[in-house]
């Protein structure tokens, strides 16, 4: 089993609407979470980081379930802007990287 | 701001030739990292350094080495480059607090921007 997962996408949305997503960890010792933005061709960047329940960026919302052990990234009235590669990181005392979920936003 | 500087940005090389990929920050940071990234795996750690002169092997060490002479530059060495090295190869910084706790893991990495090296 990866140490972490990610659903792939592509999730195609238009502009305006709310996309969600999940990611699944498997070290239930796991002690902070990240997502990181990768745009096409680019490096990852650090979009937000989720210490405890949940985190909140403007349009962006992180949350965190640690019975299930999941984290999820919402993302409302989506921008064109907002197409990427969304990576989950997981530190368990080293990142552990998803191999990501592409959000493609339409006009 | 934080610039990872990676000496080249596409990269061809032969099957078994020794192969050095450059990676330079300019902010200061202890922590340097080696990832590769292929379609479906996600970001894989190969070596990792905390400090000028030490390493640490990352999830799929083999076929490569690493070297920290200076605290701005770790460097990346295929031995003897294969097939399935060919991949995306990206390079990352991050601040070291002082104690290698999980809030040290945490700091944010700060990535190049990759180098595509094609073995053929």
């Known amino acids: 089993r990866k140490e972490v997962e990610q659903d792939p996408g592509p999730f195609n949305v238009p502009e305006g609407a709310t996309v969600a997503f999940n990611c699944t960890y498997s070290?239930?010792?796991?002690?902070?979470f990240f997502w990181y933005r990768q745009d096409c061709r680019k490096e990852p960047k650090l979009l937000m980081s989720?210490?405890?329940s949940g985190n909140e960026d403007g349009r962006f919302t992180a949350q965190l379930n640690r019975a299930s052990q999941y984290i999820s990234l919402l993302i409302r009235d989506s921008k064109l802007s907002d197409s990427a590669t969304y990576l989950c990181?997981?530190?368990?005392?080293?990142?552990?990287f998803g191999a990501g979920t592409t959000v493609t936003v339409r006009a | 701001d934080v610039k990872v500087t990676q000496s080249s940005r596409y990269l061809v090389k032969r099957t078994g030739e020794k192969v050095f990929l450059e990676c330079v920050q300019d902010?200061?940071?202890?922590?340097m990292f080696w990832y590769r990234q292929d379609p479906g795996l996600g970001l894989r750690l190969i070596y990792f350094?905390?400090?000028?002169?030490?390493?640490e092997k990352g999830d799929i060490p083999e076929g490569y080495s690493v070297s920290r002479e200076k605290k701005e530059r770790f460097s990346l060495i295929l031995e003897s480059a294969s097939t399935n090295q060919t991949s995306m190869y990206l390079c990352?910084?991050?601040?070291?607090?002082?104690?290698?706790?999980?809030?040290?893991?945490?700091?944010?990495?700060?990535f190049g921007d990759g180098t595509r090296l094609s073995i053929l």
């Open positions: 990352a910084s991050s601040l070291f607090k002082g104690q290698l706790t999980w809030e040290d893991i945490s700091q944010p990495q700060h």
């Open positions: 989720v210490y405890s």
């Open positions: 902010m200061d940071h202890e922590n």
């Open positions: 350094s905390y400090d000028v002169k030490m390493k």
């Open positions: 070290n239930s010792a796991s002690q902070s």
């Open positions: 990181v997981v530190n368990d005392y080293k990142l552990s």
